[in-house]
Structure formats: C-alpha cells, structure tokens
C-alpha cells in the first residue's frame, strides 16, 4: 500500500519544521519588517576593553623573593606549585645567578640539582664554597615548557633580577648561562666570557662574572673557559 498524499506532505512539513528549529529559527515571524535586500549596516566600533594590573614593585629581598614565587604577573614563569625558591646564605658576599630551573631541579626545589649537582659543587669547592655559604636564585624561578626564556621575557626579568641583586648587595655575582648574563650584563654568556665586569645597580657595585651552564660544559675546553673566568673571581681576593 502507497503514501497517501496527505501523509507524504505532513512528513514534508514537520520534517521542514524540525528542520529550521534545528538551525535555531524559533518564530515565525519578527515583530519589525526587515528589508532583506537592504544593505548591510555594520556595527559602531568599539573601543577595545583594556585590563590594567597594577604591579607595586618590591622594596625589600623578602619581599620580592615573596612576589617571584607567588605572583602571577611574570612572564613564562610557569604555576607555583613548580617554582624554585632561592636558597643560601645571602650575606655571604657571593651570588650565583641562573636562568631557569632544570627539570630536576623543579622536581627538588633545589638549584643544580640531580645529575649537575657533583660538577656545580665542585666548581663552588674551587672557589672555596659550598651550597650553604653562596646565595643562590635564577632569573625566572619557574620553568617554560621549552626549557629557555624568550628574548621578550629576559628583557622583562631584567629590571626584577637586578632588583634581586641590588637587594643581596654581593661583593661578586657569578651568572650561569645566556639569559641570566643578557639579564644582568645587557650580553651572552660567550661575550662575557674571560672578563670581570663591575655593574652599578642604583648605588650598589658589584663584580661579576659570566660562564656557560654546567649542562653544556661536556668538553675539557668548556670547562678550562669557564674556569678561567671563575678565577677572576678567586684574584679579586675577596671570596
């Protein structure tokens, strides 16, 4: 037996109906007549929504070590949970300053830690140092999922981490790495390699030191680089 044509329109109509109501047509008519050969009117600008933070800047060591490890307004710091907090005696007149945390370190919260740890204190024995009698801090006291800071964040960072030193007031700094050199000294690790520079940060000189990271000093040359700067710090006589 074949569709009637009454029952083959009434499926035509509520499959239609379902069929609009489904693309989110919900009336059949509007309340205004609407000219839909008119053209379009588009819609007055806007002006963009800006959101302000406002960032009081650290007076004080404890309070900016504070902020570093709580705050959420640095770039690429990652979440808190996965900070490293800065470690060590900071009145005794030597800073080591890094880029970032490794992997093991955040894992730890403790700088150079896991398999950088034997080679890092030996270069502090070879200076006379342990963990307990340098202060101890990175550029970013998180990690960024590519393991680097940006460009765009060092220069961020910057004005905090010589904030961080100017706060420590070392008699010598001895930065590890490209983005903690770049940070402090305005350059890489490899240009300021073999020279004692003396920065003024508002008042408070400091000497300072630059040598590649201990993850990447893998041959004998690297290490004799590194080690030629490090004495420089041992001839100041002041360690």
């Not at 393991?147 to 960072?157: H, P, T």
């Amino acid at each position: 037996m074949g569709l009637t044509t009454e029952t083959t329109t009434g499926d035509h109509v509520s499959s239609a109906m379902r069929w609009w109501r489904d693309a989110g047509v919900d009336v059949m008519i509007d309340e205004k007549p609407r000219n839909w050969l008119a053209a379009a009117v588009a819609a007055p600008d806007r002006p963009p929504v800006v959101v302000t933070t406002r960032v009081e800047k650290p007076k004080s060591l404890e309070t900016l070590v504070d902020w570093l490890m709580t705050s959420n307004n640095v770039p690429e710091i990652g979440p808190v949970a996965r900070r490293v907090r800065p470690a060590g005696n900071a009145s005794s007149g030597l800073m080591v300053l890094t880029g970032v945390p490794e992997i093991a370190d955040v894992e730890s919260g403790l700088y150079f830690a896991g398999a950088l740890s034997p080679l890092f204190e030996k270069m502090l024995g070879s200076l006379g140092r342990d963990r307990d009698t340098i202060y101890l801090a990175s550029v970013s006291p998180g990690r960024p999922p590519s393991g680097r800071l940006s460009d765009a964040a060092v220069k961020s960072l910057s004005e905090l981490a010589r904030d961080h030193v100017r706060f420590v007031a070392p008699q010598q700094l001895w930065v590890v790495g490209s983005a903690a050199s770049c940070a402090i000294l305005g350059m890489t690790d490899v240009q300021a390699s073999g020279s004692l520079q003396t920065v003024n940060l508002d008042g408070v000189m400091v000497d300072v030191i630059a040598t590649a990271h201990p993850r990447i000093l893998d041959t004998r040359e690297k290490k004799k680089r590194a080690w030629d700067s490090m004495k420089l710090l041992v001839e100041k006589d002041v360690l």
